[in-house]
């Protein structure tokens, strides 16, 4: 079995015991996003600014591995058009279920984004891309994509996981493994992440995460951090993830940006 059939599967059966990021938003959330109250998350505990995303109305908005009815029925409430790619197929049955719920349409995608996405060039005004390159081996070539789908002046909001937590035992306290973090390399580290029923996940550097972004045309224009929101390193204020806002432009001004 492929590692991402194998993600699928594992984080369908999170989502049945309670994932929180499997959770789909209530009426009552959805009826405060219309009213303009509303919070979306690129990583575990900081909202993103609503400066980074607004004005959403008539926008189109890919939710890329966002399933699991939390962002994108944000979205809609303020009046984007939406699809979410996912390959887990519990997420996109809770993104069809809150849009029944709530009369509105969405399109729904169970997929990979490991592979070409099924979308035209320049498609999207913003692409919401919340923490989950951690289960997909290369990262380069999904960035490479969201670029060719993204309209000139499209926006890309990302979560990238820095790598740390994979560095720790359990209890946060050890260094246990060196990096990268790679079980499709390392037969033992597979066969632990999935008796410990992890699934199969993977470091990446910043060079990856932010380089890839740059060399797909992207431009950053603003960076924050944040932590896991529980255990040892979060109780010493240390870093995890990080999430972006690029844009991208034209091959003329990124020539003259990067001469």
């Known amino acids: 079995m492929e590692y991402q059939e194998i993600n699928a599967a594992t984080i369908d059966g999170w989502c049945r015991q309670g994932w929180q990021w499997g959770k789909p938003i209530t009426h009552e959330e959805y009826v405060r996003a219309q009213g303009g109250q509303w919070e979306v998350y690129l990583t575990p505990t900081k909202a993103v600014p609503h400066k980074w995303l607004e004005p ?3 926008k189109r908005v890919l939710g890329l591995a966002s399933g699991g009815g939390q962002q994108i029925p944000v979205f809609s409430a303020l009046g984007a058009r939406c699809t979410v790619l996912d390959y887990s197929p519990v997420q ?21 984004m490991t592979k ?13 891309h919340p923490v989950s390159n951690c289960y997909v081996r290369q990262v380069r070539p999904i960035f490479q994509e969201c670029a060719r789908v993204l309209k000139w002046g499209g926006v890309m909001l990302s979560g990238l996981d820095l790598g740390l937590n994979y560095i720790f035992d359990e209890t946060e306290t050890f260094v246990s493994h060196s990096l990268p973090f ?8 597979m066969k632990k992440c999935l008796a410990a029923d992890e699934g199969v996940q993977f470091s990446h550097t910043l ?17 924050y951090e944040d932590t896991n929101g529980e255990g040892n390193l979060h109780d010493h204020h ?15 001004l990124l020539r003259a940006l990067t001469l």
């Open 182 to 189: 790679d079980p499709v390399a390392d037969p033992e580290l």
């Open 56 to 58: 959403l109305a008539g």
């Open 238 to 252: 240390i870093p995890t993830f990080a999430a972006t806002r690029a844009v991208k432009v034209s091959g003329e």
């Open 116 to 128: 070409p996405l099924p979308f035209e060039g320049e498609t999207f005004d913003l692409i919401f």
């Open 92 to 112: 996109c049955e809770s993104e069809r279920m809150v849009a029944r719920r709530e009369g509105y349409e969405v399109e729904v995608i169970r997929g990979d």
């Open 207 to 223: 060079e990856e995460q932010l380089g890839s972004q740059l060399e797909a045309g992207l431009i950053l224009t603003h960076l």
